[in-house]
């Protein structure tokens, strides 16, 4: 039934298509390396050269310029720091296409020339949104886990999973290559790493095959600044932040670029005390007459700071052959000082005991990655080849102690419990990767390419039973892990346009070996499994005014080391955390169309059925009175959602765009022994407005709201958050001056119940999302005329449509 309405729902939307063609003149502007130039006044004119009319190409180097080709007699091309160049349109091929045009650079002096184009906030792509994040006044003094947070169709949950368009199973890239982490450890460098060290996020809902095909719900590419600008350039930014604990944050970044080479480098200092006070009240039921309430409540602080750093160069061996190297990392110091209080009930809600808990920890996290890359072009603009090679190292050490009070229902202590762990793990990563990208003059473009991946893992955790002096090993609990994946992987893709229609068709290949063997129980696993994962993008764009899309791709969704890994990480006596090596991957057919009216209405509706889905879950054990948090893999979940977006600028120097996601979730399968059978409606609202006024003057305020809704086992209460903020240029524009207040009414923390087989749990988390936060940013050097080099070697984008 859900896909007999998915299929009507397409089915009208593909109907509207009948709409009269009009003439379209295209192109790709590239300068002398072969690399995209954007900003290019491209304009047409006729007889007398009367102007017609004209347009500026996108961030490709490409344009479309809808207009009647009878009236044109030729176009004209201008950009500053480069030679006009004015072409004759007689004797254009039967699709109306310029194909590709080169600029040359002029002679002229460039030292006074500046460009200072503005980028919106929200920039719709053909298969991608992109968040310009600069463009944000609220991202001043952010971290990146934030800035996520405000991103159209994003939402992050409470222990850092990161959703897009309401589905987990998402693939996060920094530059394109993907974070070997648990979604606690990304949630964490993700909270260290600065907005203001990121240029863009990029969200693709249906990836191409050039992507790797990890990550059902799609892909979220954040991407590192750089500036590429000729001369000596660079930026400095500082912020300092208040909520019931304070952050503050700093940086700079240094950048250096001839007719030789591209030299860069950035170091960004974060630190932060994040806070959450947890009220859980759970049910245990050991009988009819012998039921107990534990009623919780559990104070944690983690002050945490970190450098994070990022160093590289390009290196011009010729017009048209690049080789590049960057070096980036962070090292990380988090430290836990919590306490936490059990009150527990009999049936007939008298108190009968408890226990107190004091939690200790220190963590030290650091990581090291390692790229070279080489790219060419070939003669005559017919495409071009890269290659590129990672290393990457995670190593996590860290010290954990709880100290257990219990006490009886006088208040009076009865005993005492002290359990202390030690973990200690790395992780190796190593790929290495090849494209070839073919363009063809009547038979469009064909992209090849090939990627193996291996990748390492070591995980030691020793619990030990604190008795005086003394630290007496538990074996009960202690574990050693290791891991191995290899992934191998080739895809193709064809791109073909035709008058008004793009299409797009790729296949890619994937062979998956991993082993896990738990080192003192001699327990192991091995798997081998072979994939594949087509992939449709067809585009129809009638005239200016109307873009209609439809795209579907087959994905999957492997589970991490972390997530196999059995180990147990406790929270306190009675919950706990525990990896299930059984877990197996999920894959997921994905299906979108859209539409898009003149730029200011944007609707996209999706279909995706995910086999063998991997939620959380709670596993209550009523004997021990104990609960762990658990990954497992359900039958079937099935999504069924529609994204509406609303651009409005009722007046000049304001813009307001409205985001409405409703979706449909079906859960189906068995969870513990107990049958699910889950569906329900849901939607988010988004709101973010900006205005601009005097003299470099500019505000911004952010809405969100999301009603109660169910996902998997868990029902979430409504919550919702109003940030507002205020940016003054300074110094020629060169300077930002910023104060943001983030969740001003204190409304976006999360609460909710779970209901289901023996579980009955209520819960709220309050955190510190409040924050005044002061930022100051300066701009630095030589800003001029760039050539719009880009590299696209090891990123897990390549020239895509």
Request: no cysteine.
């Amino acid at each position: 039934m859900l896909k007999n309405k998915f299929a009507l729902i397409v089915s009208f939307l593909w109907f509207n298509m009948s709409i009269a063609q009009e003439n379209d003149l295209k192109g790709l502007v590239v300068d002398e390396r072969s690399n995209p130039l954007p900003y290019v006044n491209v304009v047409a004119y006729g007889d007398n050269n009367k102007l017609l009319n004209g347009v500026i190409t996108d961030d490709n180097g490409q344009f479309e310029l809808n207009i009647d080709l009878s009236s044109v007699r030729y176009i004209k091309l201008t950009f500053i720091g480069y030679e006009d160049r004015q072409i004759d349109i007689s004797g254009l091929n039967s699709d109306n296409n310029l194909g590709i045009i080169t600029l040359v650079a002029s002679n002229e002096n460039l030292d006074e020339v500046t460009i200072t184009a503005k980028k919106p906030l929200i920039e719709r792509k053909i298969d991608r949104l992109i968040v310009n994040v600069d463009q944000s006044i609220l991202s001043a003094g952010s971290n990146t886990l934030q800035v996520l947070e405000r991103a159209p169709g994003v939402f992050v949950d409470t222990d850092g999973s990161i959703t897009l368009k309401g589905r987990n199973g998402v693939n996060v890239l920094i530059n394109g290559r993907p974070q070997r982490m648990s979604s606690g450890d990304l949630s964490n460098y993700l909270n260290t790493l600065p907005a203001s060290a990121i240029q863009k996020i990029e969200l693709i809902s249906n990836p191409s095959s050039a992507f790797d095909a990890e990550g059902t719900a799609g892909v979220i590419n954040i991407v590192l600044k750089r500036n590429e600008s000729y001369g000596t350039n660079g930026s400095v930014n500082a912020s300092y932040g208040q909520g019931k604990y304070n952050t503050y944050a700093s940086g700079v970044s240094i950048n250096n670029r001839n007719n030789i080479s591209s030299l860069y480098a950035g170091i960004n200092y974060n630190f932060r005390q994040s806070y959450n006070h947890l009220f859980t009240d759970r049910n245990y039921n050991e009988g009819q007459n012998n039921a107990q309430l534990y009623n919780q409540q559990a104070k944690s602080i983690y002050p945490t700071g970190g450098f994070l750093y990022n160093v590289g160069g390009d290196f011009y061996i010729s017009k048209k052959t690049t080789a590049g190297v960057n070096i980036s990392g962070n090292n990380t110091h988090t430290k836990q000082d919590g306490n936490g209080s059990t009150l527990i009930y009999d049936s007939q809600q008298n108190n009968t005991g408890g226990f107190d808990t004091k939690t200790t920890a220190d963590g030290k996290r650091s990581d090291i990655a390692l790229n070279v890359n080489l790219r060419t072009s070939f003669n005559e603009d017919k495409g071009d080849f890269s290659a590129d090679v990672d290393y990457a190292k995670y190593k996590n050490k860290n010290t954990q102690l709880f100290e257990t009070y219990f006490f009886d229902s006088g208040g009076l202590q009865t005993d005492e419990e002290f359990l202390k762990a030690y973990s200690d793990g790395w992780l190796k990563l190593f790929s290495v990767k090849s494209d070839l990208n073919l363009q063809t003059q009547n038979s469009g473009k064909f992209s090849f390419g090939a990627k193996s991946s291996f990748v390492k893992n070591d995980n030691v955790l020793d619990y030990y039973d604190v008795e005086g002096n003394q630290e007496i090993p538990n074996s009960n609990f202690s574990n050693h892990f290791k891991y191995k994946e290899n992934i191998n992987a080739l895809y193709s893709n064809w791109n073909y346009e035709y008058k008004k229609w793009l299409f797009q068709f790729g296949l890619r290949a994937e062979q998956t070996n991993i082993e896990g063997i738990q080192i003192l129980t001699s327990e192991s696993f091995v798997d081998h499994y072979f994939q594949l994962f087509p992939s449709l993008f067809l585009q129809y764009k009638p005239n200016d005014n109307y873009t209609f899309g439809f795209s579907s791709g087959r994905r999957i969704n492997r589970p991490n080391y972390f997530q196999l890994n059995p180990f147990r990480v406790y929270v306190d006596k009675s919950t706990y955390r525990e990896g299930n090596p059984d877990l197996k991957p999920e894959i997921g057919l994905n299906f979108e169309g859209s539409l898009s009216y003149k730029r200011w209405l944007e609707i996209s509706l999706s279909y995706s059925n995910t086999k063998d889905n991997i939620i959380p879950v709670l596993i209550q054990d009523d004997q021990t009175m104990t609960t762990a948090v658990q990954l497992v893999n359900i039958g079937n979940y099935n999504y069924l959602g529609i994204d509406t977006s609303i651009t409005l600028k009722p007046f000049k120097d304001f813009s307001s765009r409205w985001n409405l996601s409703l979706f449909y979730n079906e859960f189906l399968g068995e969870v513990t022994g107990f049958r699910l059978n889950e569906k329900g409606t849901a939607f988010r609202i988004r709101s973010n407005n900006t205005y601009s006024f005097g003299k470099g003057w500019s505000t911004e305020m952010s809405f969100f709201y999301q009603p109660k809704y169910t996902y998997g086992i868990t029902a979430f209460d409504p919550r919702w958050k109003l940030d507002l903020g205020l940016q003054k240029e300074v110094f020629d524009s060169n300077g930002k001056i910023s104060l943001t207040l983030t969740d001003m009414f204190k409304k976006y923390y999360p609460s909710g119940s779970t209901n289901f087989g023996n579980i009955n749990e209520n819960f709220i988390s309050v955190r510190d999302t409040r924050v005044l936060t002061f930022a100051f940013s300066y701009n630095f050097g030589s800003d001029k005329v760039k050539s719009a080099s880009k590299r696209t070697g090891a990123q897990e984008e390549k020239n895509r449509v």
